[in-house]
């Protein structure tokens, strides 16, 4: 599954919901993520973010220190064909570009409509986190 970079904050400033129970799931391996090179540098760039940290009552540190388990288990994915502009925001381009490059069946998002038509022609079926945990 790819995840977009908003799941990835959700799970950061919600412990307790479904996009922090995903990430757990990824970080003990019981899921298998992937990641871009520049889809994790967005990660990192938008989890560190003074109001991520404060509203999750963290310190810069330790999301780089999540971040580095989180690149010890995620499943890196090589960039071979640039499938962008597809959708509105250039930032979603760069997910689903993940997705399909690296044979993803899933996209984690919280904006599945903004997916949904263009995914389709990727096999690539776009759900939110708690449609993600029940899914699969």
Not at 40 to 63: I, N, T, W
Not at 106 to 135: C, S, W, Y
């Amino acid at each position: 599954m790819a995840v977009d970079t908003g799941v990835m904050v959700a799970a950061l400033r919600s412990p307790k919901g479904a996009s922090a129970e995903l990430l757990r799931q990824v970080l003990v391996g019981e899921r298998v993520a992937m990641a871009s090179v520049p889809l994790f540098v967005e990660y990192e760039a938008v989890m560190g973010r003074p109001e991520h940290l404060k509203a999750a009552g963290a310190a810069v540190a330790e999301v780089r220190n999540l971040l580095d388990v989180l690149a010890s288990v995620i499943m890196p994915v090589e960039i071979r064909y640039l499938w962008r502009p597809q959708l509105a925001d250039a930032d979603d381009d760069m997910v689903l570009e993940c997705a399909a490059n690296g044979g993803a069946r899933h996209l984690v998002t919280f904006n599945v409509a903004d997916f949904t038509g263009v995914a389709a022609r990727f096999a690539i079926k776009p759900l939110t986190p708690g449609q993600m945990l029940k899914e699969t």
